[in-house]
């Protein structure tokens, strides 16, 4: 019986493809986790919904220019937060709602331009992930991103920290805080771009913002947030893709699932604290 029962426990562990996901969602989950508590304490989410889900028109344009697909995406995620910047910083128009407006359109651009044009690529697999479709080649790109945008925000915690709260302060001092503020976009997009294999444009936005929403609420420590965001965003990742090997259900929607039910634990763990306070 316990054989038995530990057979079926590591089955999932028993596939190549299996493997490789695991591998893939603990490479982007610490980048996304560290990014995602920049924006929920900057108030930037829609940012990086927007972001998220600009890049669409970028893919199905690299498939027609025959370039990688990930600079076409990373180049219009980039159009999309350079654009929005620039209109609500020479308009009456608040941000959020430009990025609505600019969000929208570019996708519905993608959809327009993927509906009138032959290509192998599935919607699909753009809009949800292809995880348990990896290549080494996709593997290897995510580990490359992951890494590079890990190093920055490493190197760059502090200025990113500032600029965050208090970007008059960070500019009286010397930071460059337009260098700094497209950088951090580009961080965001170049991520993004990593996210794409495993779940997709229209769920990426849900690694970016819960994991740094969920630290939110369980710490007041900023170095804290970090550590929680980038744990809840490893195990998430993890159950998601374990459990739905069992349940025989989509591994990307899964993830997100459990990065909403540790959501709504910590948000009933937060307010039970704070009614004993």
Request: aromatic letters at 10%.
């Amino acid at each position: 019986q316990i054989l038995i029962m530990a057979e079926i426990l590591s089955a999932p562990f028993q596939y190549n493809f299996m493997i490789n996901a695991f591998f893939l969602t603990a490479i982007i989950s610490i980048p996304s986790a560290l990014i995602s508590c920049y924006l929920v304490l900057k108030g930037w989410s829609l940012m990086g919904d927007a972001i998220s889900h600009s890049v669409l028109p970028g893919i199905i344009i690299s498939y027609l220019l025959h370039i990688p697909l990930l600079i076409g995406a990373f180049c219009s995620g980039m159009i999309c937060a350079v654009a929005s910047g620039f209109l609500s910083e020479n308009s009456r128009i608040k941000q959020d709602t430009i990025m609505g407006v600019v969000f929208s359109g570019m996708f519905g651009f993608g959809i327009v331009l993927y509906s009138k044009v032959s290509t192998e690529v599935h919607l699909d697999h753009i809009l949800f992930g292809n995880i348990l479709g990896l290549s080494l080649e996709d593997l290897l790109i995510s580990f490359l991103i992951s890494a590079a945008v890990t190093i920055l925000i490493t190197i760059k915690r502090q200025d990113l920290l500032l600029h965050t709260f208090d970007p008059i302060h960070a500019r009286s001092i010397g930071i460059p805080v337009r260098f700094l503020h497209y950088g951090f976009l580009a961080m965001v997009s170049i991520t993004i771009v990593a996210t794409l294999s495993a779940v997709g444009i229209i769920l990426s936005i849900g690694l970016l913002i819960a994991p740094g929403a969920i630290a939110f609420l369980l710490t007041q420590r900023f170095g804290q947030m970090l550590v929680i965001a980038m744990i809840i965003s490893l195990l998430s990742s993890f159950l998601g893709i374990y459990i739905s090997f069992f349940i025989d259900s989509a591994p990307a929607p899964t993830i997100i699932l459990f990065l909403s039910a540790f959501f709504i634990g910590a948000l009933i763990h937060a307010n039970m604290k704070l009614k004993i306070n």
